[in-house]
């Protein structure tokens, strides 16, 4: 495929000469490279200085989604939009973003923060590493950065111009496609076990489900209520027992702020639905201080500053917290049945090795899916709990 003509992909050796050009890392020993890239679409080098332990991370993208192959081609621009979007979120939230030193939008780069100290959170979590600021974290940071970002913080034509730049029709069409469209329609290819056909038969048959699904798309595409991360999942976030890092908003976009509530709580119940019963209970904590603490800092920020003629009116931050957290649900259900039988799917499910049990657990996340997106309006936390202890303790509580 031809590449946008300034284009060059790095290797370890130019990942090396522009930390070096960029004077990043001062050192007397030579700087080494690896490229550590595990996710689906972009390339990543951390280079390092074993002398003083110092490291870089060069983020570069390249024209097609490394998952999907060349045929799927892919705008550079969205390392620009990552860049920019860390800038953003970093100012709104400095303790939860890795700071950006660098980026060229002609070659898709962006050099930030060494955050290898830190582990990824899907990995940590699946691993049973204990994460007890975690969820207050995210929840923090998906508060501050929706409210922040929003009409009740800025000016309106400000709100407009922001939203303009971060207009990513590209990386959208990858959530609609396999988020909203593919997962739930059967003549759309779609990659699980064929054990798993009877389940994805009762979900693309289901035409209450489908109408919902139809709906929550439709919220995805028109609604431009905050700068939304975009893929705020699990393993886009980078922990310690006492400190987060957001990371990969390539997906930045103005959208509904259900969208990032329901990604993180969804990839939260890949743990709560594979964990053995015993130790789901830290789960569901982190499944609870992520809302509380969304809520409770939304509405700090909601009562001390916002902008609305009508902001004090009875009513109104309940209707909007209310409105959020029915279309967090029910994203929520799209991710969990996504990552099930539509692509990319994740190593809380996939890395069950016994099949029994493998296909126990992803039966019951697409039947869990599901009802959050059926029953969205009426759920809370609680009562998702109350679902994922139904539909899994009893089917194998001896994992
Ligand atoms: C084609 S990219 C597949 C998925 O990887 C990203 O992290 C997003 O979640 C996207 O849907
Ligand atoms: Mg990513």
Known sequence: MTQPSNFKLLT??????????????????????????????NYVFHVTDSVNNKGVIIKQAVPYAKVLGESWPLTLKRAAIEANALIQFRSYCPEFVPQVYYSDEQLAITVMED????????????????FPLLSKHIGEFVAKTAFYTSDFHLEPSAKKEVARYFTNPELCKITEVFIFTDPFLEEHPGEFEPELTGAAQSIWNDAELLLEVAKLKQSFESEQEAL??????????????????VIDPEFAFYGP????LGQYTANLLFQAITRPATEKEEIFTYLKDF???????????????????????????????????GDAYGFAGCELIRRTI???HVADLNGIEDKEA????????????????????????PAVIEVVKQHTVASYSTL
């Open 12 to 41: 370890n050796e130019t990942a090396i000469a522009l930390t070096q050009k960029l004077g990043l890392i001062h050192t007397t020993d030579s700087l080494h490279c690896n490229e550590i890239g595990d996710g689906n679409l």
């Open 115 to 130: 955050l290898s100290h830190l582990k990824i959170a899907r990995s940590g979590l699946i691993n049973g590493d204990p």
């Open 228 to 245: 939304l991360h975009g893929d705020l999942h699990t393993g886009s976030i980078f922990a310690s027992d006492t400190e987060t890092k």
């Open 257 to 260: 702020v259900g969208f990032d």
């Open 291 to 325: 809302m509380v603490t969304f809520e409770k800092t939304y509405s700090a920020l909601w009562n001390s500053t916002n902008k609305s003629p009508y902001s004090k009116i009875e009513g109104y931050l309940s209707y909007v917290l209310t409105k959020f957290k």
């Open 342 to 344: 539509g692509l990319s």
């Open 358 to 381: 493998r296909i126990a657990a992803k039966t019951a996340t697409l039947k869990i899916g599901a009802h959050l997106i059926k029953n969205r309006k009426e759920l809370n936390i």
